[in-house]
């Protein structure tokens, strides 16, 4: 009998954003040299096809209706802002990420806010069309 669940036990073993960046130097420049992403590899094609992977460290998925969604733009922004898909990027330091990415290029949207998670966000327009969380926890981990 063929298995219905033709995924690991484990589930998926990683997950990657593939987004389409119409100024790919730039977005690159941006996502990894100011943002700081770990080049992992970058593979040409014929007829100019590039592609750069980029290591942004543990990936979660995060699933929200719409009523949570907008939530999270009134605690972040004050408004609603954001498309249907927004990237999240933890910092050790929000308010200096925040700062380095302004300067690298990316607009602000909302400076840094603390959340009722507690979490301190920033949200910027990123290049290549995303829309970005910083997001510090002020929280220690338990551990």
């Known amino acids: 009998m063929t298995d219905p669940n033709p995924m690991p036990a484990r589930g ?7 987004v389409e960046a119409p100024d790919y130097e730039e977005a690159v420049r941006f996502f990894r040299d100011v ?17 750069t992977i980029l290591d942004a460290g543990r990936a979660t998925l995060e699933l929200a209706n719409p009523a ?27 308010a200096a990420a925040t700062a380095t990415l302004v300067a690298g290029g990316a607009e602000l949207v909302a400076p840094p806010t603390e959340t009722p998670w507690r979490s301190l966000n920033a949200r910027l327009e990123a290049p290549a069309g995303l829309q970005i969380t910083l997001f510090q926890e002020l929280d220690a981990p338990e551990g």
């Open 12 to 18: 998926a073993i990683q997950m990657r954003l593939v």
């Open 35 to 51: 943002l700081g992403l770990r080049q992992e590899g970058a593979f040409e094609a014929g007829d100019g096809a590039h592609v």
């Open 68 to 94: 949570q969604k907008t939530y999270i733009d009134e605690v972040e922004v004050g408004r609603q802002v954001a498309g249907k898909y927004r990237v999240a990027f933890e910092v050790a330091d929000a």
